[in-house]
Each structure stands twice: as structure tokens, then as C-alpha cells.
Antibody, heavy 114, light 112 residues
Framework: EVQLQQSGPEVGRPGSSVKISCKAS????????MNWVKQSPGQGLEWIGW????????DYAEKFKKKATLTADTSSNTAYIQLSSLTSEDTATYFC???????WGQGASVTVSS | DVVLTQTPSTLSATIGQSVSISCRSS???????????LYWYLQRPGQSPQLLIY???NLGSGVPNRFSGSGSGTDFTLKISGVEAEDLGVYYC?????????FGGGTKLELK
């Protein structure tokens, strides 16, 4: 069974960075891209980007190119998203989602607060 | 970027009623190889989204057959033939034909 286990809630100060993890199991980690999706409170879904764990190649939505950095560690089957220069607009739940998004993590909340 | 417009934004239904959700794209989602990368997801309250339909009309794993998808080009429809209580939540379409991937704004299905 495919499982994506995300790290716990994060609180970050304005201007700081946070890093969220997504540990994958139940499939070969390098076989599928990992997507990241943002959901602001009470809002819809926004695609941030994906990473191909086999090659480390990435693709980002233009809006997130300076905000998010996607990485993957094939030794631990874990994907990461780092969010930098945090502002209140980054307060949201962030999901990892596999391939065509047929499996999702449980979401990780990020709260930006001073 | 491709804009996906979902209508209606809110849908009220009774149990057993059949309903449809429209997803209209600002560009054709048919690629040069003849594939159409249009997907439907359901997000139940407090849960992560789940895949319902892939490639326009294919049921995701474990998805009941009361769900069906259709359409082509720029116009797509998700139909639920006989709403059940567990179907309540927000439905999203998503396209992956054109970079970047984009989602529709969502359709909230609620009980009448």
C-alpha cells in the first residue's frame, strides 16, 4: 500500500524558512514524480511544483519559483519542500501527492506568526 | 497558464439525486499525442484530496461506479449518479496537459 507520511505542523516567524518532509513507502520512490500542493485556509488547491526523485529534476509554477525549493533523498525515500522568506501568505496546509496525484499525504500545516 | 473554470461553485443535492459538475478549460487539453490529461478529485471535510477520475473518464482505484467523467477538448463533466452521504465535499478538476498543472476553483457538494 502506498503511503505518504508528512511531518508535523510548523510555526515560522516572518522572514524565516521552514522545511516539510514527505516520507514515501509502498512503491519504488524513484519511479514517480512527487508533487507539492498548497491549500490556504478555506481556499482551493494550488500546484507548487514537482520533483523527479530519480534525476533530481524539478518544475515549479512561476508563482513559487522564488518561494519553494523541492528536494528528494533517495536513501530515505523522503521528499522535502523548503519555504523561504515566510510571510502571512504562506500560512497554509501543504500536501505532497504522488505522480498523477493518486496518493496524497495527510498535509502539513505551516503558520507564519511573530 | 491554463484556467479551469468549474460550475457551479456550490451544488445542493438530496441523497439519491444525480448531479453534474462542469470544468471548462481556457485551452484545449488534447496534446499532440492524442492524450487528454484531465483529472477529478474529491476533498472531504478535514481530509486530503483523493483521485476519482483520471484521463477524463477512467475511474480511480476503489472509486464507486456511480462516478463518471466525460468530455473532450475544453469541456469536461463529472457526473454522480445517485449521490450518497459520503460524496459530500469539494470537487476539483486538474489539468496536466500544459505546464504548469492547474486546478479548477472547486465545487462544493452539500446536502439540500
Amino acid at each position: 500500500e502506498v503511503q505518504l507520511q508528512q511531518s508535523g505542523p510548523e510555526v515560522g516567524r516572518p522572514g524565516s524558512s521552514v522545511k516539510i518532509s514527505c516520507k514515501a513507502s509502498g512503491y519504488t520512490f524513484t519511479d514517480y514524480v512527487m508533487n507539492w500542493v498548497k491549500q490556504s485556509p478555506g481556499q482551493g488547491l494550488e500546484w507548487i511544483g514537482w520533483i523527479d526523485p530519480e534525476y533530481g529534476s524539478t518544475d515549479y509554477a512561476e508563482k513559487f519559483k522564488k518561494k519553494a525549493t523541492l528536494t528528494a533523498d533517495t536513501s530515505s525515500n523522503t521528499a522535502y519542500i523548503q519555504l523561504s522568506s515566510l510571510t502571512s501568505e504562506d500560512t497554509a496546509t501543504y500536501f505532497c501527492a504522488l505522480g498523477v496525484m493518486d496518493a496524497w499525504g495527510q498535509g502539513a500545516s505551516v503558520t507564519v506568526s511573530s | 497558464d491554463v484556467v479551469l473554470t468549474q460550475t457551479p461553485s456550490t451544488l445542493s443535492a438530496t441523497i439519491g439525486q444525480s448531479v453534474s459538475i462542469s470544468c471548462r478549460s481556457s485551452q484545449s487539453l488534447l496534446d499532440s499525442a492524442g492524450n487528454t490529461y484531465l483529472y477529478w478529485y474529491l476533498q472531504r471535510p478535514g481530509q486530503s484530496p483523493q483521485l476519482l477520475i483520471y484521463l477524463v473518464s477512467n475511474l480511480g482505484s476503489g472509486v464507486p461506479n456511480r462516478f463518471s467523467g466525460s468530455g473532450s477538448g475544453t469541456d469536461f463533466t463529472l457526473k454522480i449518479s445517485g449521490v450518497e452521504a459520503e460524496d459530500l465535499g469539494v470537487y476539483y478538476c486538474m489539468q496536466a496537459t500544459h505546464a504548469p498543472r492547474t486546478f479548477g476553483g472547486g465545487t462544493k457538494l452539500e446536502l439540500k
